[in-house]
């Protein structure tokens, strides 16, 4: 098997640079992990799989993306040790997202906002109205959700502040016009960082951004978030993960569209790998063949995998020892966008 082993990050040997992303799948009863999400990543661990990332977690009941998000309940964590136990049984590293959603505004079923400025601002307008008490309890519970994480066996914690989260409102220059030191844009994704290594020094911590908006000119947005990351790379993290959009502004640069580019932003992480080697980076977008990805052989850039995955959970593996032909390629039917479809979870190809 011509895999890349022994990829070490921070104390952990992980299997290879190819990784699960995390996916809202949905698979939840209450806001537990129900049977199927716990067979879902028992067959996409091992096979090649680095990191399996179960992905978009709630910090807490009252932050929820929808009805069907996962969340920690106090009262039993046996099921999320299950899932990690199945994971590092099979020879991933077990990984988690976590994510925060304070807005009330309704995530948009549609692929693409006909009325951009008035979601931007009103969203705008809600982070501005947090007050410092609100915000100072979503930081405790980032530290206390990444503390649980870490206590059921997840060894990587990614911090989702993409796709219009309220971490990714915050670092936005559209969204977040506070006057105050959460106007610093950094400023709340640090406290939660700091408050997180100081509990658990051990994890992998990975922070997920949205490097295109989709909002200003995208030159514009180029320098701006050069910029940012400047900072975000300066704190105590270990992964930055490069992703795109905003998901009530425009859904394709989250879930790029079958005639989009290959790997699409693969070259922004590229050139931040060289820039900072210290800081291991990962990128998501249209991974379809494993073979034509650029940044192969540099040392800490890694890879996320969607959609190949879910139609067939041996892709990498495959991939990797030349069996194409044997793979069950991704149908583009777009039912894993389960949510715009009205559906209450993935489905389709999953389990075939």
Not at 30 to 35: C, K
Not at 258 to 267: K, L, R, S
Not at 303 to 308: A, G, H, L, M
Not at 322 to 341: P, Q, V
Request: charged share 25%.
């Amino acid at each position: 098997m011509k895999l890349i082993n022994n990829y070490n990050l921070n104390g952990f040997s992980i299997p290879s640079r190819y990784f699960l992303a995390p996916i809202n799948t949905g698979f939840t009863e209450d806001g537990q992990p129900s049977d199927k999400l716990v067979a879902f990543h028992e067959l996409r661990s091992g096979h090649g799989i680095g990191v399996s990332y179960v992905g978009n977690v709630a910090i807490h009941q009252r932050l929820v993306t929808n009805d069907r998000t996962a969340y920690f309940k106090l009262e039993d964590f046996s099921v999320w040790s299950n899932i990690t136990n199945k994971i590092s049984l099979n020879g991933s590293l077990p990984g988690i997202q976590l994510g925060c959603r304070a807005s009330q505004i309704p995530p948009m079923r549609e692929s693409k906002s006909t009325l951009v400025s008035d979601y931007i601002n009103a969203a705008s307008n809600e982070f501005c109205n947090y007050n410092d008490t609100y915000l100072k309890e979503i930081i405790n519970y980032y530290i206390d959700a990444a503390v649980i994480s870490w206590k059921v066996g997840f060894k990587v914690i990614q911090i989702h502040a993409a796709h219009g989260y309220l971490l990714s409102l915050s670092l936005s220059k559209s969204f977040n016009k506070r006057s105050d030191k959460y106007g610093d844009r950094t400023y709340l994704l640090e406290k939660i960082i700091r408050g997180i290594k100081k509990k658990i020094p051990e994890s992998i911590l990975d922070v997920r951004i949205s490097y295109y908006e989709g909002i200003c000119d995208k030159e514009y947005e180029e320098k701006d978030k050069n910029r940012l990351i400047e900072k975000i790379a300066e704190m105590d993290i270990d992964i930055i993960s490069i992703s795109g959009g905003i998901y009530n502004v425009d859904k394709y640069l989250i879930y790029p569209k079958i005639n989009d580019e290959h790997a699409i932003y693969e070259q922004i992480a590229i050139k931040f790998a060289k820039k900072y080697p210290k800081i291991h980076w990962n990128v998501a977008g249209n991974i379809y063949d494993i073979q034509k990805l650029k940044g192969r052989n540099i040392r800490n850039l890694t890879y996320s995998i969607c959609r190949s995955l879910i139609a067939d959970n041996c892709f990498i593996e495959k991939s990797l020892n030349y069996n194409i032909k044997a793979i069950k390629t991704c149908e583009r039917c777009n039912r894993c966008h389960y949510y715009s479809n009205s559906e209450d979870n993935l489905s389709g190809c999953l389990f075939r």
